[in-house]
């Protein structure tokens, strides 16, 4: 069973960093990609970044290039978004999530193979 368990997060004024952490476990396939998801109040789910495990490829949504960085660490099935530069409109729940890369891109959170609780990323203005 695929398990993730995601932490970090908290409250961080405009400009400011977080950075969050996803450990993983149990997966039984091959190729996938593992990054977050997040969701505003009143918006769709959108895929924010994620690390493909084939190769290492590094997505990210337009929004957040240039401010947040996605890594991992194999050995301890860890991924980690840091996240700089931080804006107001970046606020929401962020999951961390494991799937295809093109649900990522396409914005498609039914496609996930599995999910990790979420957190709460706040930015004051």
């Known amino acids: 069973e695929v398990q993730l368990q995601a932490s970090g997060g908290g409250l961080v004024q405009a400009g400011g960093s977080l950075r969050l952490s996803c450990a993983a476990s149990?997966?039984?396939?091959?190729?996938?990609?593992i990054g977050w998801f997040r969701q505003a109040p009143g918006k769709e789910r959108e895929g924010v970044s994620c690390i493909r495990s084939s190769d290492g490829f590094p997505y990210y949504t337009n929004v957040v290039k240039g401010r947040f960085t996605i890594s991992s660490d194999n050995a301890k099935n860890t991924v980690t978004l840091q996240m700089n530069s931080l804006k107001p409109e970046d606020t929401a729940v962020y999951y961390c999530?494991?799937?295809?890369?093109?649900?990522?891109?396409?914005?498609?959170?039914?496609?996930?193979?599995?999910w990790g609780q979420g957190t709460l990323v706040t930015v004051s203005s």
């Open positions: 149990g997966f039984t396939f091959d190729d996938y990609c």
């Open positions: 999530a494991a799937g295809p890369l093109i649900a990522f891109i396409r914005r498609l959170p039914n496609k996930m193979n599995a």
